[in-house]
């Protein structure tokens, strides 16, 4: 089928949910992506902070290809071994004890809120707490998710959503602690906001959410479905603050384009949590899916990914910078490790993301004003300088 023909039969078939850019791409190589006319792109946004290890990356196809000829699905009504391994390298990757795997990252978000709230309801046997949640956060589109996401347009036409949220401003403790009642259950964000913008926390601000939480016995939910799996340079990006979370999501960079997310407690958390009849997923944490997950914590600790992520930011950071300096329409760089927003000013973002991906860059914005920088993990020097160039031509 020409390419044409695939556009008009996608918007013919699917719903549109999407305004998608007029480009299909085929196949990945790399850091670099081809359309169905041949034409090749350099991936700064690796399918929104998801393909970690680029692509086509030989290992990693192998290990689904011998998993696929193995056994792709079983349910969860019986052990399988990716799964028993997945979950082992999640937990040791950050201390934590018991892990639950899911199919995206909203799914995730979900486990972790009925997780919060069952802890608090075999604590005190209540059933209205409430959770704090941030404004410019995103933590998903289902029914709970959204209603933890601070973001009202998206909201509106959904209502109503589930009660007892109450949204504080990120990075602002006061607003946090005025928002906290003897009912409140969790406290839930994004270590650095995403689709808001590309806001990290401040350290003092995790610091001392942590503290409320401790004083109050309040669990965190930190959110780290997307800038989780070494995208800051630290492979959980809490980890860069001394901070831990009671309850962690993670998805995106997880399996590295299978889809697949889990939600992880403490033992604290674990303590009184879910259990059987609870929750559940037919497909959550299936041998293809946690054999991704597997095969890409092996893959991270074989070729150094997340030491190369740091190695490679003040580079990239450096680049940014003077791309920030030399373009008066452009007003900041925010963001941490390959997690990095340039933010537009007097201009539309679409235009330069639209610019760009004709000039053969895919990059992607987030909230109204920034153009998203989340390449694959593994790019180098090189990468950047041609991305930088690309960038350029495309103001
Ligand atoms: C993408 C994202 C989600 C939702 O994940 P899906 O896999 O799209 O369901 C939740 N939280 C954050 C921070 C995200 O970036």
Redesign the pocket.
Same mark, same amino acid.
């Not at 995206?104 to 978000?109: M, N, P, Q, R």
């Not at 959110?223 to 800038?227: G, L, N, R, T």
């Given at each position: 089928m020409k390419t044409e023909e695939i556009m008009q039969e996608t918007d013919e078939y699917v719903l549109h949910t999407y305004n998608r850019f007029p480009v299909v791409f085929e196949r990945g190589e790399g850091v670099h992506l081809y359309d169905t006319d041949g034409k090749e792109y350099l991936d700064f946004a690796a399918g929104?902070?998801v393909f970690g290890l680029g692509y086509a990356n030989r290992e990693y196809n192998d290990a689904l290809k011998d998993q696929i000829d193995h056994i792709i699905h079983t349910s969860n009504l019986y052990y399988n071994v990716p799964m028993a391994e997945a979950a082992r390298k999640v937990a040791e990757s950050c201390g934590m004890s018991k892990v639950f795997f899911t199919n995206?990252?909203?799914?995730?978000?979900e486990g972790a809120i009925k997780a919060a709230r069952k802890y608090a309801w075999l604590r005190d046997g209540s059933s209205d707490h409430e959770i704090i949640a941030m404004k410019h956060?995103?933590? +998903?589109?289902?029914l709970g998710?959204l209603s933890v996401t601070g973001n009202t347009s998206y909201q509106e036409p959904f209502k109503p959503l589930i009660g007892g949220i109450r949204f504080a401003e990120f990075n602002d403790l006061k607003s946090v602690e005025e928002s906290i009642s003897d009912k409140t259950c969790a406290i839930i964000m994004?270590t650095v906001?995403?689709?808001g913008g590309i806001y990290p926390a401040e350290k003092e601000f995790l610091q001392g959410v942590r503290k409320l939480c401790d004083e109050h016995d309040i669990l965190l939910i930190l959110?780290?479905?997307?800038?989780g799996m070494g995208r800051t340079g630290y492979l959980w990006a809490w980890q860069e603050f001394g901070v831990k979370p009671d309850i962690m999501?993670c998805?995106?960079a997880l399996g590295c384009g299978v889809?697949v +997310?889990c939600f992880v407690l403490n033992e604290k958390a674990a303590s009184r949590s879910l259990v059987p009849g609870d929750h559940g997923s037919t497909y959550g944490g299936n041998p293809l899916a946690t054999r991704a997950v597997s095969t890409v914590f092996d893959l991270f600790a074989k070729n150094h990914i997340v030491e190369h992520v740091k190695e490679l930011t003040p580079y990239l950071e450096q680049k940014l910078d003077s791309l920030v300096a030399g373009h008066d329409f452009l007003a900041a760089r925010r963001g941490k490790g390959f997690m990095q927003g340039l933010v537009v000013s007097g201009r539309p973002v679409g235009e330069i993301v639209s610019n760009a991906l004709q000039n053969g860059l895919v990059v992607i914005s987030a909230g109204s004003d920034v153009i998203r920088l989340v390449p694959p993990l593994v790019i180098e020097k090189e990468d950047i300088d041609e991305m930088i160039r690309r960038l350029e031509a495309s103001f």
């Open positions: 929104i902070a995206s990252g909203t799914e995730a978000i956060s995103f933590h +998903g589109r289902s998710a994004e906001q995403g689709e959110d780290e479905i997307q800038c999501t998805a995106k889809p +997310g």
